[in-house]
Structures are given as C-alpha cells and as structure tokens.
C-alpha cells in the first residue's frame, strides 16, 4: 500500500481516538458532578445525593419505525464512507 493509501486509515484512526477521548472527557466530568454532590451532602445536611441517575434518563424504547430509520440512515452513511474509501483506493491505483 502506498502511503497516500494509508493516509485514509490513519484519519480514521484519528478520529476513533478523539471520540475515544471525548468520551472520556465526558466520563470524567460526569464523574465530578457525583463526587462534588457527594461532598455537598457531607457539608451541608440540606443536600440530598441523587437517588437516580443525574445525566440519563429512562426513555422509552424506540419504536420498530424509528429503528428501521436509524438503520437506514447508518446504511446510507456507512455507503458514503465506503465510496469516499473507494475513490481514494481506485485513484492510488492509477
């Protein structure tokens, strides 16, 4: 493969590791708001600690419809993707 080739793996990549580390930004800062309630409740006898979960709530499940056009959107994504890749493979070629 030559490196043009490789180029498109290696954006990839990247961008799999800045979700990655969005995530887990995100996590941790999730995490902070539960530590700072819980030391709210050990200084201040008026503060409750959550008694469900604080970011996600319970939604109801999404229906048949709205999961076949979840899908279809991903499929159609996913397609863009791989002829983006295609064209980038088939022009190495050349």
């Known amino acids: 493969m030559t ?9 990839q990549k990247d961008q799999e590791n800045k979700s990655r580390l969005a995530l887990a930004d995100m996590s941790a800062w ?3 708001v539960y530590v700072l309630r819980a030391i ?3 200084m201040d006898k008026n503060a409750t600690y ?3 979960n604080v970011f996600f709530n319970d939604e109801p499940e999404l229906t048949e419809e709205e999961k076949e ?3 279809k959107e991903n499929t159609q994504i996913a397609a863009s993707n791989f002829a983006a890749w295609a064209e980038v493979a088939n022009k190495s070629k050349k």
């Open 50 to 52: 959550p008694n469900s």
């Open 40 to 42: 709210g409740c050990a």
């Open 30 to 32: 999730m995490n902070g």
């Open 3 to 11: 490196p043009k080739a490789l180029s498109v793996y290696k954006e």
């Open 69 to 71: 056009e979840i899908i």
